[in-house]
């Protein structure tokens, strides 16, 4: 009977862990530079604070540099790559320093 309940504790944390890392969706309103200005669409992940690394469209690594109400200022190097009108979604990275 231990077993049982350690087991549904345990797999509810996992659920609960997954359900924290999941990624927002927005649409690029700008882009300047570096810097993308996303606009959520719903609610922002809990996990997404200024300094967060983030992954754009499972692609490219990028920063929270800013978080304003319903819109979130993303910096990467390839904000070139994306379009403004373009819907992306965005998810917590653990991108390593570079050399």
């Not at 797999?11 to 649409?27: D, E, H, R």
């Not at 997404?48 to 910096?75: D, F, H, Q, R």
């Not at 009108?85 to 390593?96: E, L, R």
Request: proline content about 2%; aromatic content about 6%.
């Amino acid at each position: 009977m231990f077993k049982r309940i350690a087991v549904s504790l345990a797999l509810a944390l996992v659920g609960a862990t997954f359900a924290l890392a999941a990624a927002s969706k927005g649409t690029v309103v700008t882009i300047k530079d570096k810097a993308v200005v996303v606009k959520v669409d719903g609610a922002l992940a809990p996990w997404a604070k200024k300094g967060s690394m983030v992954k754009i469209n499972n692609k490219y690594n990028g920063k929270i540099t800013e978080v304003s109400g319903a819109s979130v200022t993303l910096s990467s190097p390839k904000a070139s790559e994306l379009k403004e009108g373009q819907s992306i979604t965005f998810d917590k990275s653990t991108a390593a320093a570079g050399c």
